[in-house]
């Protein structure tokens, strides 16, 4: 088992920029592809970000390509989430997940994921 704690959220003007960490424990981080969640108010989750166990492979919605980047560091057992560019209606609570796997895949789906953190708040607004 792994758990995650996200952090970095908070209040950014429309054009701003945020980083939101992840912080894992528990089992070897390295066995988890990641991914980033969010959900807006009134509006379902949805997929926002994924990168691999071993950070090589990434996949990214089209509302957040170009402007957000994801990275991890498996020594320190933590993902983050690099947003740029921020709009209004990237406003939500931010979740990250995990799902231990054996190969390099990694999954938009959020059924596929075992593990979530408790979220953390980003408002983009003047």
């Known amino acids: 088992q792994v758990q995650l704690v996200e952090s970095g959220g908070g209040l950014v003007q429309p054009g701003g920029s945020l980083r939101l960490s992840c912080a894992g424990s528990g089992d070897a981080f390295s066995n988890y592809a990641m991914g980033w969640f969010r959900q807006a108010p009134g509006k379902e989750r949805e997929f926002v970000i994924t990168?691999?166990?071993?950070?090589?492979?990434?996949y990214y919605s089209g509302s957040v390509k170009g402007r957000f980047t994801t990275s991890r560091d498996n020594a320190k057992s933590t993902v983050y989430l690099q947003m740029n560019s921020l709009k209004p209606e990237d406003t939500a609570v931010y979740y990250c997940a995990a799902y231990e796997t054996v190969t390099g895949a990694t999954s938009s789906l959020d059924s596929r994921y075992e593990y979530w953190g408790q979220g953390t708040q980003v408002t983009v607004s003047s």
């Open positions: 990168i691999s166990r071993a950070g090589t492979v990434t």
